[in-house]
């Protein structure tokens, strides 16, 4: 059943349910897959029965189905799609003698370059002319980056069921630790096995989620986990306010639960649910230099949807070739460019992505893309991460790039991290996250969708942490150190991957997705999905204030 769901949806196809019934009813299920594959004139979004049927019969297909335009059908298409793709099922807990493997391909293989490569295009580097009588501001101050905390060079696991445990009871205790000291609500909280002897009316715990579901009733279970134990709380349906929270709550996560014991002591009755969160007098750092920061995400270089023309507009008014006088005083004052992944398109990341590519060897992308960083002036300095696209190991945390990518922008001011990464610019903390976990967000909070980033981070801000749920689309890394823990507070909280421009605010802690650089691409449209491309954002580190250059009307 699996290999037939996957079959079709490499093409872009969600199969319905009667379909794939009426499909392993033949007597040869796989040969009437490729029938359908052979005949079919058009991938439908949807593949029904009557379509299925008017293959057999040999009438010409109609065309191709369309999803209704309700949001929360979309979603769920959404969802049923990338699930497929991507894998959603929970991975076994592993046995005490067994060791797991997580994916951490070869890099020599990932940059290679093949025997046979395709005609390529490469993105044109444009000249670059002086424009006399400009002279950027940003010029006149030194850099100041101070790394703070990144997985690059401090990776130590091996992928035993022991890093796995490591990684989770330091979890535990890194946010057990925080709601301890920041949540008054938790000050008394007691360990799990201590509950029905404690004779307390109000119970306080902290712990693990083990396990969510809801009832047939509509109420909402969660199963937490301590050192000590485990017990179940339920959220009751008609206290809409605790169902809220409660429906928020995701797996592997560390929340704390302020309840009462049922009658008979085994269920936890909730009165609230406990995040860490952010302290509402949080007060965010200002650098003391008037210098600017921008945000450069998702530039996908080597495909074919690279927007060329908006890049050459940026590149241009970056060296002060364009804009008016208020827009070229802004291009001068830019100190840092900050790139969070996905700097390049890669090679096999989604279905059928290779009709998709304009360069087919990822090394070659990567020397496309030196080229056109180097026209960025010599003044600004660039920080760069990877993303699920680049050349590095898909598990998070992700090091840096390896030594032979990094040595193609040897000539140029950029320092590299990993993802994610704190880092301050002038006394200014940035946490800089590609956020591939925004996905596994939108999914599995209702409330949640995709294509509004910023409201998916303030949840992780909540959460303080950015990937909790292991065995999600996100593939995690069992490093003894949890670092998608939010363990401080940034003042800039900034991500990409989805490939839209917002920005927003959430206690004092500026939010940024940080758009791209990359027109829609079919599988884009396949998930009737509209990026908003060729965006800069840019924070004045002096005063906060956030702004955003367009250069899709240029």
Request: hydrophobic share 35%; net charge negative; glycine share 6%.
């Amino acid at each position: 059943m699996k290999h037939i769901i996957k079959t079709f949806s490499e093409h872009g196809t969600f199969i319905q349910p009667e379909t794939l019934e009426y499909i392993i009813s033949k007597e040869k299920p796989d040969e009437f897959v490729s029938f359908i594959t052979k005949n079919i004139e058009e991938y439908p979004l949807v593949l029904t029965v009557e379509l299925v049927k008017n293959l057999e019969q040999n009438i010409p297909t109609k065309e191709p189905s369309k999803i209704d335009a309700d949001p929360l059908e979309i979603k769920k298409l959404q969802t049923k799609m990338l699930s497929s793709l991507y894998g959603n099922e929970p991975v076994i807990n592993p046995r005490a003698d067994t060791e797991l493997d997580y994916d951490d391909p070869d890099k020599e293989d990932q940059i290679s370059i093949p025997e046979e490569e395709s005609e390529k295009t490469l993105p044109k580097v444009i000249e670059i002319k002086k424009v006399k009588g400009w002279k950027p501001q940003a010029r006149e101050y030194n850099s100041e980056i101070d790394i703070i905390k990144d997985i690059t060079g401090n990776s130590i696991c091996e992928g035993t069921t022991n890093d796995f445990t490591k990684l989770f009871v330091n979890r535990y205790n890194s946010l057990r630790k925080i709601l301890r000291l920041q949540r008054r609500e938790l000050a008394n909280a007691i360990p799990i096995n201590k509950i029905k002897k404690s004779g307390f009316k109000d119970i306080q715990i902290i712990g693990i989620v083990k396990d969510v579901r809801n009832t047939t009733n509509g109420h909402r279970l969660l199963e937490l986990e301590d050192e000590s134990d485990t017990i179940t709380c339920i959220a009751l349906k008609k206290q809409r306010d605790v169902l809220r929270m409660a429906n928020e709550v995701v797996l592997d996560e560390i929340i704390g639960i302020r309840g009462q014991l049922s009658k008979n002591g085994d269920l936890l009755v909730i009165r609230s649910v406990v995040f860490p969160d952010i302290s509402i007098h949080y007060e965010s750092h200002k650098a003391d230099i008037p210098v600017y920061a921008a945000f450069l995400s998702d530039i996908h270089v080597g495909s074919k949807q690279f927007m060329q023309d908006e890049w050459q507009g940026f590149l241009r008014w970056i060296n002060g070739e364009m804009g008016n006088s208020r827009q070229r005083d802004v291009a001068g004052k830019i100190k840092y460019i900050i790139i969070p992944g996905d700097v390049v398109d890669g090679i096999g990341i989604y279905p059928n992505q290779d009709k998709e590519l304009s360069i087919v060897d990822v090394y070659r992308q990567y020397e496309a893309l030196a080229e056109q960083l180097k026209l960025i002036p010599d003044h600004i300095s660039m920080i760069i991460q990877p993303g699920n696209h680049d050349a590095v190991r898909p598990a998070e945390p992700q090091p840096t790039f390896e030594k032979e990518i990094q040595e193609l922008f040897s000539d140029m001011n950029m320092t590299f991290v990993g993802n994610p990464c704190y880092f301050s610019l002038h006394g200014v903390e940035v946490l800089s996250y590609h956020g591939q976990s925004l996905l596994d967000f939108a999914t599995n909070i209702q409330h949640l969708k995709y294509n509004d980033p910023v409201e998916i981070m303030k949840v992780m801000l909540r959460k303080h942490h950015l990937a909790p749920t292991y065995g999600g689309y996100t593939p995690l890394a069992p490093e003894h150190l949890d670092y998608m823990v939010i363990d401080r507070i940034p003042d800039i909280f900034v991500t990409g991957h989805v490939h839209l421009a917002q920005f927003s605010d959430y206690r004092g802690v500026k939010l940024i997705n940080a758009s791209s650089w990359l027109s829609q691409t079919s599988y884009q449209k396949m998930l009737n999905f509209i990026p908003d491309s060729a965006k800069l954002p840019i924070v004045d580190l002096k005063t906060g204030n956030v702004t955003m250059m367009d250069f899709t009307a240029r």
